[in-house]
């Protein structure tokens, strides 16, 4: 039930003038009881005049989305010609009168709100004066009005609550497709120059170092273009032929290949894992993934090292992360850039913590991430 549901919601944004045609239908229904059911010998007659007048009243509901306040008179004026004029069956509810309150207490601004409870606040006691004249009827009318006008500036918070909330959402996806972006083009960028600088000298000392670093870059071009186009494919809709595959961002299973295109730019990179080693959720093993992979990339563009350890370790609910360099350190003046920030921000994401700084006795630089993630017991559970 709650899929058609949506699917209706979907239906109705797409097509709001068919809403409003289907809510005068529903209305004009109501209305049509009172001319339809028996009725007694000495009460007004059904007739055709005042079943038309009816309709004249529930046909500017159509337009209610257009011109709410101006519907708002049409109905007024029409129900006031149709109490005047004949003598007819009368409704049990103001339907009407409800739907178009209800409307501009939803989409219009204060001072047509304002101009419908001044209206309201000369129709509904004129309109029990012709009819009952009794206070019963009046606190009934002023009741029922005030609750479709309540109703719809709830209808009004919840639609703002919603809007602010997707914008919301779309804020923290485009926060996430520019770290993703900054992450690919960053890290691949990064080590396509190393060896560009190191291919020359490599031609006229080592012809065949100068052979493996082209292939180096070529690899490392081919696979920032495979993830590029894996992450901006999730963003497409349909699948349609020629678009991008909806497949997962890379996880644990793609920590050797970053690895070794890392290891061909020249850099030693031991890697160690302790505590038991087990497969993780997607969010959190591409969070790994995207961690050490700006941690290298942040080694590879600025700590002039040689060497480079990998450590990760399995905890019972969080996975630790530690990358340690034996290059020159953090620098005087440096804000660490956008690439750390984004593991910060990455890791706060997924409720985790980073750290940075330098490393042990002050020499070379270390990034630890703590990301909490289900335990097995839990993943059992």
């Known amino acids: 039930m709650r899929g058609w549901w949506e699917r209706g919601r979907s239906l109705g944004a797409a097509h709001p003038q068919a809403v409003d045609l289907g809510i005068a239908l529903l209305v004009q229904a109501a209305m049509t009881m ?197 992450m901006l494919g999730v963003l497409r809709t349909g699948d349609e032929p020629g678009r991008a595959p909806r497949e997962p961002q890379p996880g644990l299973a793609g920590l050797s290949d970053l690895l070794d295109r890392v290891r061909a730019s020249g850099l030693e990179v031991v890697y160690e894992s302790a505590g038991a080693v087990r497969p993780l959720p997607d969010a959190p093993g591409a969070a790994v993934f995207r961690v050490v992979q700006e941690a290298l990339t942040n080694v590879v563009k600025h700590a002039g090292a040689r060497t480079v350890s990998v450590h990760l370790t399995y905890g019972e609910g969080a996975v630790d992360i530690r990358v340690l360099d034996d290059g020159r350190g953090p620098q005087p003046g440096s804000g660490g850039g956008h690439g750390l920030i984004g593991v910060r921000e990455r890791a706060a994401a997924h409720g985790g913590t980073a750290v940075t700084g330098p490393g042990p006795d002050g020499r070379g630089f270390e990034v630890g991430v703590r990301l909490p993630v289900l335990s097995p017991a839990e993943v059992a559970r």
């Open 34 to 230: 009172p001319f339809v059911v028996p009725r007694s010998p000495d009460l007004e007659p059904a007739t055709w005049p005042a079943y038309g007048l009816t309709t004249l009243t529930v046909v500017p509901l159509i337009w209610r989305r257009r011109a709410p306040l101006a519907v708002l008179i049409a109905i007024i004026a029409t129900s006031a010609l149709y109490k005047l004029a004949v003598e007819g069956p009368g409704q049990p509810l103001p339907y009407t009168g409800l739907v178009i309150v209800h409307t501009v207490a939803v989409l219009s601004p204060p001072w047509k709100r304002l101009v419908t409870a001044g209206l309201l606040a000369v129709a509904v006691p004129v309109s029990v004066w012709l009819n009952t004249r009794t206070a019963r009827e009046l606190t009934f009318s002023l009741f029922v009005f005030a609750a479709a006008y309540v109703f719809g500036r709830l209808t009004d918070a919840r639609q703002r609550a919603n809007r602010i909330e997707a914008e919301r959402a779309a804020a923290r996806e485009r926060a996430r497709i520019a770290r993703e972006m900054h992450d690919i083009l960053s890290h691949a960028v990064s080590l396509m120059i190393v060896q560009a600088k190191a291919g020359p000298v490599a031609v006229r000392t080592a012809p065949e170092r100068a052979e493996a670093a082209f292939d180096a870059i070529s690899t490392t071009g081919r696979e920032a273009m495979v993830q590029l186009r894996r």
